[in-house]
């Protein structure tokens, strides 16, 4: 029974990982977690009792750090401040969390020889014209835009680093933009799902012609542990399933889903330096490990999502008020 250390895992995509690696492997699991604003224990009720631990405490704090990655086999490293609208108003934590935080935890693993997953995204690559032919590739430079895809691509090239000069065991990979159960309200999603519950319009940024490469938690849960199982020390591999959708397309399905005319949206202020497009070619992924997304059919996800927002309203509704009072401040 193999250990896994999982920063972040209150957060969207790490509980969703840890919800999928206890139901489809025998680890056992040990949650790091700060509990910002993105984490939520209610995320990680009704696991099994045995082989699951939460830990309340920062990545970015030493002795903890170490003590917990002795006890581990393989650090699985989710955590991180998320949010580029956040990073646009208040880098400091992006730097703390995602470079000193990564930092830490790298330091720890080479200290004690232990597997290292990172856990990036397809911002660092920048982005792409909406006619590009070519898709993001493992060597595509990188070229990040916001706050917080420069120090997700700083925290990358931490790990590269380390696995250079001092042989750190790790896999990282870049994943698009998640969907599924558990995010939080601030998202562009489940924002727009839980204003159509509130008789809230959806807000658009812009006109809507931004494209973002959808792939279901799950699907980026099961090629992580594809990655911790089969991957290569030193490699990255691009994580995606071909999801792209411009914001407008999915604000309409949204609507569509939710009953509401497919016009029933505002148009708000633009996001600072908004990436047009992002697209992710995951062949490497695909040839070299034999991993294949489950969750292909985007119109369904959407539908079992907001199916989710709108029977887990105790989940989200404490959230609710505060994020859109944010967003009311800066036109959006
Ligand atoms: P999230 O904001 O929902 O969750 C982040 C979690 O990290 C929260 O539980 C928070 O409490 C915790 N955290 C923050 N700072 C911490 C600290 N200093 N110490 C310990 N815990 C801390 O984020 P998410 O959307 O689930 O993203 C998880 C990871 O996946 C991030 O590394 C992100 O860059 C990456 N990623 C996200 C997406 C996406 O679409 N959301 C896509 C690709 C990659
Ligand atoms: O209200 C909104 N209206 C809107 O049009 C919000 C919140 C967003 N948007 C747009 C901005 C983006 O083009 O929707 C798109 C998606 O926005 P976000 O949910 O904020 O995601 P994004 O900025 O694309 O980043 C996400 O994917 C990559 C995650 O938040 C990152 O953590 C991940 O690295």
């Known amino acids: 029974m193999q250990k896994l ?23 056992s699991i040990t949650v790091l977690d700060k509990l910002t604003y993105a984490g939520n224990l209610a995320s990680l009720q009704g696991l099994p009792e045995d082989r699951f631990t939460f830990v309340q405490g920062d990545i970015c704090d030493n002795g903890l750090v170490d003590t917990l990655v002795q006890e581990t086999d393989v650090v699985v490293h989710y955590a991180a401040e998320s949010h580029n ?16 935080g990564t930092y830490t935890l790298i330091e720890a693993a080479r200290k004690h020889g232990k597997r290292f997953h990172h856990i990036s995204t397809d911002e660092v690559y920048g982005d792409l014209e909406l006619d590009d032919p070519e898709r993001f590739t493992e060597s595509t ?18 790990v590269r680093a380390w ?12 994943c698009s933009n998640n969907y599924g159960p558990y995010q939080h309200v601030e998202k562009f999603i489940p924002r727009q799902i839980t204003n ?6 959806p807000k658009l940024y812009g006109a809507g012609e931004n494209v973002r490469d959808w792939i279901h938690a799950n ?41 509401q005319p497919a016009d029933a949206y505002d148009q708000v202020i633009d996001r600072p330096g908004h990436d047009l497009r992002y697209a992710i070619d995951s062949s490497r992924l695909r040839t070299e490990l034999g991993w294949e997304p489950k969750f292909s059919n985007f119109d369904q996800g959407i539908e079992a999502t907001i199916a989710w927002y709108r029977e887990n309203e105790a989940w989200w509704r404490p959230q609710k008020a505060e994020t859109e009072a944010k967003y009311k401040v800066q036109g959006q």
């Open 196 to 201: 159509v519950i509130d008789g809230i319009r």
């Open 219 to 259: 699907d980026h849960s099961s090629a992580v542990l594809t990655i911790i199982e089969k991957g290569e020390i030193g490699q990255t591999y691009l994580i995606g399933a071909d999801g792209e959708k411009n914001n407008k397309e999915v604000v309409e399905l949204i609507l569509k889903h939710m009953g």
């Open 5 to 27: 250390l999982v920063t972040g895992g209150a957060g969207f995509i790490g509980s969703n990982f840890v919800h999928y690696a206890l139901a489809n492997t025998d680890s």
């Open 141 to 158: 430079p990188y070229n990040p835009s916001s706050p917080y895809s420069s120090t997700k691509a700083g925290s990358d090239l931490l």
């Open 163 to 174: 696995v250079r000069s001092f042989g750190l065991q790790a896999t990282i990979s870049n």
């Open 85 to 100: 609208d956040n990073s646009l108003h208040d880098p400091r934590p992006f730097l703390d969390t995602n470079i000193i």
